[in-house]
């Protein structure tokens, strides 16, 4: 099990995190298997997308917010419902696989920390599972 | 491989079911790895999220069902595609880090089934997977 | 690790890979643990759900295209920020956990490849995970 921090910048931003877990996939010494991503909050989750143009985060992140806007009529006292709503639609976490000690990513794919509700230091939690096969 | 029950109450409800979880993987012996929790059914998925106040599992349903109301115009004849669509937005199942023999969940999270055609009688599948670090 | 491609022949489409996954399964020799389903794709993604009643598809692209409509106020130069979100939306991978050699789906479900900006040759990636129990 390995960790590392994220001190997030924005209320909501998608942070590029794919140098820290292939970092800890180096320092795991894993060569077939899979890399779990895990973030243990719940209003800031992990997922998979194109890293080449930010538009594309940026597309995502206001389109997630007209799909879940904070102004609906939540009952949670710390307002926020709508930051764990998000959460659940992206997830706590990705799974990717490793093979010759490397993350299987394809050619377009970086990992994202999803931050709802931030700023705020997040931790990463990066677990190396072994290949059954 | 372990597997509980959860008998349902409601049409749509998040039940916490983290204590069966922590009890599997403590039958598993699982020291360092990860556990998966699986929903084998196509109208009750698996997420993660706060626990403390139950207003955030309130607001999570009703903002679920102003997305995906069961009024919309689906062709499925067993008139319950809504929860199959919130089934595949929440996910099947989650993957929760385990070090030291424990689920390494955040101070908030919970693990919930999802039942969104209730109430029901559902299962669900805990495999626990070793680390490969 | 095993790998196979899908000819998708739209827009988009939820394509059924069960037998692929099953088969790739066979060959790892995997008995217990779990199969990682991956598209290193992203604008495809992997989700499970109903596969008795093809309308259950159909009303999931169908509301998903009402709740991600690719006429939205995207900046992505692309135009395809759409395809984007609904991946990230239904995940890009899977984890089905496996006893005794078999996929413990349930009954009704079935693994799809969801393609969200075809027709295209896509790949998926199965990684075969042991059990840590």
């Known amino acids: 099990m390995r960790q590392f921090s994220v001190a997030t910048q924005r209320s909501e931003e998608f942070v ?15 060569k077939e298997g899979a890399v779990l991503v895990y973030s243990p909050h719940t209003t800031a989750g992990v ?3 194109e890293g080449a143009d930010p538009d594309v985060k940026r597309d995502m992140l206001e389109h997630l917010r007209s799909l879940v806007p904070n102004s609906a009529d939540f009952r949670h006292a710390e307002g926020n419902s709508d930051a764990h709503i998000k959460t659940s639609l992206m997830g706590p976490s990705q799974l990717i696989p490793v093979s ?3 993350l299987l990513l394809g050619t377009w794919q970086k990992i994202y920390l999803c931050e709802f509700d931030g700023p705020r230091r997040r931790s990463v939690l990066v677990q ?6």
């Open 16 to 30: 590029d995190i794919t140098g820290q877990v292939a970092q800890a996939l180096a320092e795991s010494g894993l």
């Open 47 to 49: 997922t998979i997308n």
């Open 100 to 102: 010759g000690g490397s």
């Open 128 to 133: 190396a599972l072994a290949a059954g096969d």
